[in-house]
């Protein structure tokens, strides 16, 4: 990965020991790290400076990581976001996704373990996916054209960079229309570290996807599930 800077990441987290933690293990990395211990400072540093990666508690006093997240993603910024959270049932991981994160890490977790995600999510955003076969080009999807180039969604005079998930998942359907593509593959092709993921994560990003593309996303025309195996695209006129 050739950058012209240390990436530079945001940090929030309420508790002092692990923020204090977590911020010296990831500059002993070659990472540039701003902390805060809330939403509200957040927003503040925000303000002015964009991070490459935001670290972001789920328990934060206050406004909590979730509510932060629903904001950054209501405005269309799609900033990669790592969620940090104690909870262990699936609902809040899945709630998290859900809300536009990008990756999430259950406590206790090891700094060692969150530097993997960080440079994972970095080289998805920067386009070191899976070397999946993708065509080249500008795909008709409805009222919409999906740009490899961009990779965005376009719709008249309206213009949506997707996040690295959601790229990466289309890309793999566009490639392989009118063939069913299995969860695991999808998951494999989406996240580059090669980590276990949730089929559910896989399942809360199509469901995204469709939000985007689809006219009816309950009845789903383009992006259509095939039960027990995975999800297909089907081509305009297919």
């Known amino acids: 990965m050739t950058t012209l800077h240390p990436p530079h990441l945001f940090l929030v987290e309420d508790d002092p020991a692990l923020r204090e933690m977590l911020a010296a293990y990831l500059i002993r990395q070659g990472l540039g790290v701003t902390t805060q211990p809330s939403a509200e400072g957040f927003f503040a540093a925000f303000a002015l400076q964009r991070p490459d990666v935001l670290i972001l508690d789920v328990g934060l006093p206050g406004m909590d ?5 629903r904001l950054l993603r209501a405005r269309a910024d799609r900033l990669p976001i790592i969620l940090l959270t104690a909870r262990s ?14 990756d999430y890490l259950s406590k206790p977790f090891s700094a060692r373990e969150l530097v993997a995600r960080v ?3 970095m080289r998805r955003a920067q386009g070191v996916l899976h070397e999946a076969a993708t065509p080249a080009g500008t795909v008709r999807i409805g009222e919409h ?13 309206a213009f949506k960079v997707l996040n690295p998930v959601e790229f990466a998942l289309l890309a793999e359907l566009v490639s392989n229309a009118n063939v069913p593509v299995d969860r695991n593959r999808l998951a494999e092709v989406s996240h580059a570290d090669n980590r276990e993921v949730m089929p559910r994560a896989v399942d809360v990003a199509i469901m995204r996807l469709r939000k985007l593309i689809e006219p009816f996303p309950a009845q789903p025309r383009y992006i259509r599930t095939i039960r027990g195996q995975g999800y297909v695209f089907v081509p305009q006129g297919a």
């Open 65 to 69: 990581g979730l509510e932060v997240c």
């Open 89 to 102: 049932e699936e609902v809040d991981r899945v709630l998290g996704l859900e809300m536009g994160a990008d």
């Open 119 to 121: 440079r994972a999510i």
């Open 145 to 157: 054209a999906f740009s490899l180039e961009t990779r965005s969604l376009v719709k008249g005079n």
